[in-house]
């Protein structure tokens, strides 16, 4: 059985709190791996090193610590098959999502290198007589982040680019679920120069999460995960005088207009509704279409592409559409909820309830699942399911289906499919959701962009990634400084006679 420490002062250390978790493969059902859970003692320890090793890192020239991150790319992407390949073990999705979550955290770091141009501060000349005045970025010291088993390399290193890139150090408390990317995360940073102590990934449960909380020196908290959670982290964090940024759960709406592409509409659903299992922040879970006509004829666009979707493990290749989800629970609490929605009235129009796949009975697949005449009041509208599971609610008016959305109590990500830009514009000036898909489903943006959902998606004033992070994980300082004139001018040798 592989043993899972944590990543300490520049190398793997054995868990000392002799508490540990199963790692289980998903496709299989197998304890594979058995992690440490850090205890408050083995946090602050981590902690007070970084603390120790900060201030030189802080002090280096931002273009040297650029230059460790760019080198950085360099070695994910020459693993990028190694990290896929435990990704998918660990996590469940197939390899080429897997490779999806190395190459968008590895976007961000990209991004991190261009940070000499991002701290550059501000500067005022002759603000009064002889008087200039300049604004600094500086790293705020020890920083955290607490990210779920989903994104398992994305998360990470859209926590650790930007903190590290701007002179802190940091401590990464990855989900419990999948630790072992987030380890060689940390193995590939040394290898690019990251001096020792810089980043610690100390593995652990809700114990080195209060410690974070507790602990002085860390200064921000940057969080991924559930709502509770990321509203228990945000008013903990913040009670303690923390800088805190926390993102949460989703309900993400598709609104479909009867003058959409249907087939165009049918397909991206399938994609964002059930690609990784639905274990997506971003997946859409509701599809919305406007008008009994519409609603009809999506679903029979619909019906016969979820049928044809291939539920396998990663190792079989390129064939597979999506994998299993993440433990046996995860997949009792999802199957749980079908119940719940068949009980509520709700129409069960693909029932992947039976789904079994030979030779993988211990697995956590689940099937597809579509819902339509799905009602807000239910369970499965009210909750996010986290599984492959797709929910039609039918609306008469467009207004009618924006105020759906806007009404829903989370606020991530959000689609409308149409051919009217006025509709479109319209639908993206008034909602109250914080990233806004045009003809496109899944509207992450870029790395260069900012990362961030509104209402109970998201706890805190800035983003995730782009310039946001740069503001998050620095604290700006204002010099007013003034130099007396008449020195360049040199001494005086003339007997000058009283004025
Ligand atoms: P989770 O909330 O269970 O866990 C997230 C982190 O919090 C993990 O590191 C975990 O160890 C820790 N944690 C769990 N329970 C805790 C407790 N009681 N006290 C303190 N810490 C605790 O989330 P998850 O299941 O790993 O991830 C799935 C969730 O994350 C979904 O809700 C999904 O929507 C959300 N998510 C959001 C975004 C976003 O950007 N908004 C992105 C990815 C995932």
Redesign the pocket.
């Known amino acids: 059985m592989q043993e899972l420490g944590h990543w300490i002062d520049g190398k793997r250390v054995a868990g000392a709190s002799g508490r540990v978790t199963d790692v289980y493969n998903p496709a299989t059902g197998e304890v594979q791996a058995r992690v440490s859970l850090a205890s408050k003692a083995e946090l602050d320890a981590a902690v007070a090193s970084a603390a120790a090793a900060q201030p030189e890192w802080g002090a280096t020239n931002p273009q040297r610590r650029a230059r460790v991150l760019m080198d950085f790319v360099r070695l994910l992407n020459r693993d990028m098959d190694k990290l896929a390949e435990a990704l998918s073990r660990e996590h469940g999705k197939t390899l080429p999502d897997a490779k999806g979550d190395v190459q968008r955290g590895l976007e961000v770091i990209e991004f991190c290198i261009g940070a000499p141009h991002l701290l550059k501060g501000e500067f005022t000349d002759s603000a009064g007589p002889g008087i200039d005045m300049y604004s600094m970025r500086q790293p705020l010291g020890v920083v955290a982040g ?6 398992p390399a994305m ?1 990470p290193m859209w926590k650790m680019g930007p903190a590290l890139a701007c002179g802190n150090a940091f401590i990464l ?5 999948d630790p072992s990317v987030p380890l060689m995360l940390a193995e590939l940073l040394q290898e690019a120069g990251l001096p020792d102590g810089i980043l610690q990934v100390v593995n ?3 114990e ?3 410690a974070i909380l507790d602990n002085e020196t860390v200064q921000a908290i940057g ?8 509203h ?2 945000y008013s903990r964090g913040c009670a303690a005088g923390k800088r805190v940024q926390c ?4 309900k993400n709406h598709m609104i479909i207009m009867p003058d959409a592409d249907m087939d165009q509409a049918a397909d991206a659903l399938v994609g964002a509704g059930y690609g990784a299992a639905g ?4 997946a859409i879970s509701v599809a919305v279409p406007v008008g009994e006509r519409t609603a009809d004829a999506l679903i029979e666009k619909l019906v016969p592409r979820i049928e044809k979707l291939k539920v396998g493990p990663y190792t079989a290749g390129d064939d597979v559409d999506y994998g299993p989800v ?1 433990t046996a629970e ?1 997949r009792q609490r999802i199957l749980g909820l079908v119940e719940s929605g068949v009980k509520q009235g709700a129409k069960l129009v693909v029932d992947g309830r039976d789904f079994a796949l030979q030779g993988y009975e211990e697995g956590f697949f689940i099937g597809p699942h579509l819902f339509d005449h799905v009602t807000p009041e239910m369970d499965i509208y009210r909750q ?1 399911i ?1 599984g492959p599971v797709l929910s039609q609610v039918r609306a008469n008016s467009y207004e009618e289906a924006l105020k759906l959305a806007m009404d829903h109590e989370y606020g ?1 990500g959000t689609a409308i499919f149409t051919r009217d830009g006025d509709t479109a514009r319209d639908f993206a000036a008034r909602v109250n959701v914080g990233m806004v898909g045009i003809n496109v489903p899944i509207p992450v943006p870029l790395a260069y962009h900012t ?3 509104w209402k109970k ?2 706890f805190g004033d800035l983003n ?1 990634h782009g310039p946001d992070a740069f503001r998050f994980y620095t604290r700006t300082k204002t010099v007013t400084s003034r130099w007396p004139s008449g020195l360049k001018e040199g001494g005086e040798f003339h007997f000058r006679a009283m004025d």
């Open positions: 607490i990210t779920p088993f989903n994104f998360i408390k990855p989900s419990e679920r652990g449960d809700k080195a999460v209060d969080f991924v995960g559930s709502t509770p959670i990321a228990y982290i993102f949460g759960g989703a274990e997506r922040c971003m993440v995860a996010e986290f991530n990362f961030g959902g998606s998201g995730q």
